[in-house]
């Protein structure tokens, strides 16, 4: 199981936009719940959304709600953050997770596999 996750952009400026993806290999669209995830240096990993496999259910975590949108294509296998708004506190490593469990959830020790990260820079 392999994750390969792309961002188009990596730098924006204060008030832009990024589309992160993240296309899976080795597993089926259904199969796994999907989770971003972000860590800024020194900070802890925090969850930032998750979509369900099952019905496509949506959570976003409150300090980016109604900045990050998440969404699925189970026709490529790959899961979308949309990020708009941008700001400072932003910037972090992102990276995508998969989990089997039967609820949503973005609890770290949840996730069964993790993507290697890519780096998201919000400056101006």
């Known amino acids: 199981l392999r994750f390969s996750c792309s961002v188009w952009g990596g730098l924006v400026l204060p008030g832009g936009f990024l589309n992160l993806s993240c296309a899976a290999a080795g597993f089926s669209y259904g199969d796994y719940d999907i989770g971003w995830f972000r860590q800024a240096p020194s900070t802890e990993r925090e969850g930032v959304a998750c979509i369900s496999r099952r019905d496509g259910t949506k959570f976003v975590t409150y300090p980016v709600k109604d900045r990050f949108t998440i969404s699925g294509d189970a026709a490529k296998n790959a899961v979308y953050l949309q990020m708009d708004r941008m700001k400072f506190e932003d910037a972090a490593v992102y990276y995508c997770?998969?989990?089997?469990?039967?609820?949503?959830?973005?609890?770290?020790?949840?996730?069964?596999?993790w993507g290697k990260g890519t780096l998201v820079t919000v400056s101006s």
């Open positions: 997770a998969a989990t089997s469990r039967l609820t949503l959830t973005l609890r770290r020790d949840a996730m069964d596999y």
